[in-house]
């Protein structure tokens, strides 16, 4: 478990993150907060560990703990598999999109 501090406006916010700490993002405006940590446990992954990747909007304090909740589209299509894995968050300027690196059934998207 590891702790995620972040300060906005003079309050510090400090939120429980599952597994080892590996990216952080924050996006241009500094509301955006992404993080990207190692685990392992899960079932479908036997090389030993996976990643989570969590979102924290910093106005609102939402704390999503893992955005593999949210629908992909790709390609214009909703995307769904056991396996998929998320990591590598960007934000886009309006601070309600994002861009992740996404893998599944051993290919990257």
Request: aromatic content about 10%; glycine content about 8%.
């Amino acid at each position: 478990m590891a702790e995620l501090k972040v300060t906005t406006n003079g309050q510090a916010q400090t939120h429980q993150i599952p597994g080892i700490p590996s990216r952080l993002q924050v996006s241009r405006s500094g509301r955006m907060v992404s993080w990207t940590v190692f685990v392992s446990g899960d079932s479908y992954n036997t090389a030993g560990f996976s990643t989570r990747t969590g979102i924290l909007d910093t106005t609102t304090n939402e704390v999503r703990k893992s955005v593999e909740d949210i629908p992909l589209t790709i390609n214009g299509s909703r995307y769904y598999a056991p396996d998929l894995n998320f990591w590598g968050v960007t934000f886009a300027s309006d601070d309600t999109t994002f861009y992740a690196t996404a893998a599944s059934q051993n290919k990257r998207t």
